[in-house]
């Protein structure tokens, strides 16, 4: 009881935000709510963060730093390494396509024309069919269960390509794989903003979308080592099918693993004790959001409908993926038209994962650091403007200065995780929060769809339109990037000319109301 001292007199606190009484009762000036602001909050349908209280009343909490950081260091520990891996596993899965595409599957399997082009898009198509069902479960079902099946499910589904025979087979089983994925993203960006603070999530959401460079890196060398080693020693079946097999084994193993040890949220959190779980609810209360409501709120569907920020969120999605869907799977075909043998071009590929690891960590880390997330997104998008350019004006002939262009490319996701990591930040009400998390990856599907379409068979070598298209779309991303920084800033003065109001006043537990962003005027935007 070292770290969380009870305290029954409030008054003596000297800190009021870390000293807060947490009696279950719910006052409104003076016992009505006069103000149509509050019209939807309700004590009896909060946030499930207010059961963690229930029992404790008259007590408070004192998380001291020293504590806090302990704290912190847990949760870590016991959540990190899970999201990492798997998120690192959700990128491979997709990118073993483009492994596969030069080890034989389209020959084995009769590709013809556009037909691969259409097997990268059917991914997303599966993805975009499901998104919004999906996270209707993420916040109807427990958080962590609903996210293990799916990661097992989409293991099995990729093992399934191994066997596939012919065109019509691939389709089927890259629709369903895009069906299961579809819940990863969504949910573990929810998972980052019921376990952290507003200041940690940048840098957390940053570490873990790092791992599809780390998962790039570790799937050309599997891929090269598998194409390798059967040109050496030969295989009972294809080498394409032995990375389908070996890939999506793995990721089944992991997903029973993650079913095992990820909490749904704090209160069921196994590594932590009784008043850890008190106090690992109780540091989130500064984000103005719990950890989570259950239940479908019409009118913050309706208000995700009708925020600015919502469109503005799902126009970058949009056009920031269409340069995403053709990079992804024509990346291996890509640098082979740089000049480099298929061997060649699995191994060459692994660089440009490392250069994303190390730009989604710095600029997570440094948007934190500096409290301006959007600006340091827009310096990783600026720098594969640089890269693509490289590709375009560069000549044929200039095999590693087009190379050094692609590797740049690679910082194009920060302004991606930028805004994703401001979902968990800036959107709250739960149901709120999922319904813009669901129109994110719709866009980013819609994107993906379209962007294989744009790297036409009869455009070899150079990809000419498909490299002008990325182009535009990344700087269209730049100045839409603009425009949501500008729009915070300009909310955040307005809730702060509310909060100065003469006659204002906060409800008892508001954070844990399930309030929405704009209905909360103490809700303060992170940029």
């Known amino acids: 009881m070292a770290d969380m001292e009870k305290i029954q007199d409030a008054s003596s606190s000297e800190d009021p935000e870390k000293n807060i009484d ?18 939807h909050a309700d004590p009896n349908d909060g946030d ?34 899970m999201l990492c891996v798997v998120y690192g596993l959700n990128f491979l899965d997709k990118t073993t396509l483009s492994y596969a595409s030069i080890m034989g599957l389209q020959k084995d399997i009769g590709l013809k024309g556009d037909n691969y082009q259409w097997l990268g898009s059917m991914f997303y198509i599966g993805y975009i069919v499901w998104e919004y069902p999906t996270n209707r479960l993420l916040q109807r079902l427990p958080l962590a269960k609903w996210s293990a099946f799916n990661i097992i499910m989409w293991g099995l589904t990729l ?12 389709v089927a089983v890259r629709f369903f794989l895009g069906v299961f994925e579809a819940a990863v993203t969504p949910g573990f960006a929810l998972f980052t903003s019921q376990w952290y603070t507003r200041k940690e999530q940048g840098t ?36 394409w099918k032995i990375v389908f097999l070996a890939i999506g084994l793995l990721t089944a193993s992991i997903g029973c693993i993650f079913l095992y040890f990820m909490p749904d949220n704090q209160l069921n959190a196994k590594f932590l004790t009784p008043n850890e779980r008190l106090m690992a609810v ?5 984000n ?33 993926d269409i340069p995403n869907g053709g990079i992804t799977n024509f990346f291996s075909q890509l640098i082979i038209s740089f000049g480099y043998t298929a061997d060649q071009s699995l191994l060459y590929g692994t660089p440009g994962g490392a250069v994303e690891v190390v730009a989604l960590i710095t600029c997570g880390f440094l948007g934190d650091r500096y409290g301006n997330r959007v600006l340091f997104g827009i310096s990783g998008v600026i720098l594969s403007i640089v890269g693509i350019l490289l590709i375009v004006c560069l000549p044929l002939s200039n095999n590693t200065g087009r190379l050094a262009g692609y590797y740049l490319t690679q910082t194009s996701p920060t302004g991606f995780v930028a805004l994703l990591s401001l979902i968990s930040s800036n959107v709250a009400g739960y149901t709120k929060k999922t319904t813009v998390g669901a129109l994110y990856l719709i866009a980013y599907c819609a ?11 009869k455009d070899k070598p150079r990809y000419r339109p498909a490299e002008i298209t990325i182009l535009v779309c990344w700087s269209i991303c730049v100045l839409d990037l603009g425009f949501i920084a500008w729009y915070y800033r300009r909310m955040n003065k307005k809730n702060e000319g509310i909060r100065m109001e003469p006659g204002y006043t906060k409800l008892d537990k508001q954070e844990f109301l399930d309030l929405t962003d704009r209905e909360n005027p103490e809700f303060v935007y992170t940029l």
């Open 48 to 81: 499930e963060a207010l059961k963690a209280f229930m029992g404790h009343e008259g007590e408070i909490i004192e998380l001291t730093p020293e504590a806090e950081r302990k704290l912190l260091r847990k949760i870590d520990l016991n959540l990190m390494p």
């Open 159 to 170: 093992c399934c390509l191994a066997a596939v025979s012919n065109f019509a087979g691939a």
């Open 282 to 286: 109780e540091r989130i209360r500064k």
């Open 204 to 239: 957390r959401t940053g570490i873990w979308f790092s791992f599809n460079g780390f998962a790039q890196i570790f799937g050309g060398c599997l891929a090269y080592g598998i194409s390798v080693g059967v040109k050496k020693h030969g295989s009972a079946i294809e080498p």
């Open 22 to 39: 947490l009696s279950p009762k719910i006052t409104y000036g003076e016992g009505e709510v006069k103000n149509t602001r509050y019209m």
């Open 447 to 457: 994107g993906n769809i379209i962007g294989p379409q744009t790297f036409r068979p």
């Open 288 to 320: 103005q959001q719990g950890v989570g409501n259950k239940h479908f709120k019409m009118y913050q569907l309706k208000e995700a409908l009708l925020d600015p920020m919502t469109w503005a969120f799902t126009f970058f999605a949009f056009v920031a």
